[in-house]
């Protein structure tokens, strides 16, 4: 299957400060990229789509200005979490796919946040 | 109505055995269906999808779909502990859904030794 990476796998922050997580998909292009969020023992959260070069799609009640999302190439996306607080500390993962091959989406290893 | 569901589990069975896990989901327009694996701590992979009514095997997993129910299984055979996991459901309409797959919540499998 394709492959999604996703950097960095964990990061520890202080409260305020802000983290930027990367995801690239290393063998294929991607038309669309998908990041979710996971809290512990719950299930994958939809915060966003994003598509090549246009405005990130932000599923009701994320907060837009506070996760910003670039979708910059069809190879990679960003996830910004500003002014970060404790209560962001969760799991992000983020996910490909090439819509003109299949709707099969590639998900890359995840990035544990924890802000202090 | 959500709309996919599955059953949360845990859903527990003897090393060896048949585990057999469902989804329904409420879109009637639905085209393409997958099941991704998810282990604790771990992103979610991608298993099976089937596309077309009936059966597909892979190794040991077998994917059912019956899209006049909305109904889609999966089958586990000889199930190993190595099977333990969450599995997730997931669903989408390719005219509407604007690329976004739907997700169940996942339903949990327990392999016994």
């Known amino acids: 299957g394709a492959v999604v990476s996703q950097h960095p796998s964990w990061v520890i922050c202080k409260s305020g400060t802000s983290v930027k997580i990367e995801c690239r998909s290393l063998?294929?292009?991607?038309?669309?990229m998908f990041w979710y969020r996971q809290f512990p023992k719950q299930s994958l959260m939809l915060m966003a789509t994003?598509?090549?070069?246009?405005?990130?799609?932000?599923e009701q009640g994320v907060e837009k200005d506070k996760f910003l999302i670039n979708h910059a190439s069809l190879t990679l996306s960003t996830l910004t979490v500003t002014s970060a607080h404790p209560e962001d500390s969760s799991f992000y993962i983020c996910?490909?796919?090439?819509?003109?091959?299949?709707?099969?989406?590639?998900f890359g290893p995840g990035t544990r946040l924890t802000v202090t | 109505q959500k709309e996919v569901e599955q059953n949360s589990g845990p859903l527990s069975v003897p090393e060896g055995a048949i585990a057999s896990l469902n989804c329904t989901y409420s879109?009637?327009?639905?085209?393409?269906f997958f099941w991704y694996r998810q282990y604790s701590g771990k992103s979610p992979e991608l298993i099976m999808s089937?596309?077309?009514?009936g059966d597909k095997e892979d190794g040991r997993f077998t994917a059912q779909l019956n899209k006049a129910s909305q109904y889609v299984s999966l089958l586990i055979r000889d199930s190993q502990p190595s099977d333990s996991a969450t599995y997730l459901c997931?669903?989408?309409?390719?005219?509407?859904?604007?690329?976004?797959?739907?997700f169940g919540p996942g339903t949990s499998l327990s392999v016994i030794p």
């Open positions: 997931a669903v989408i309409n390719e005219e509407t859904s604007y690329d976004k797959v739907i």
């Open positions: 063998d294929f292009q991607a038309t669309t």
């Open positions: 879109d009637r327009g639905s085209q393409s």
């Open positions: 996910s490909a796919l090439d819509r003109g091959l299949s709707y099969e989406q590639y």
């Open positions: 089937i596309y077309s009514n």
């Open positions: 994003s598509n090549e070069g246009s405005k990130a799609t932000y």
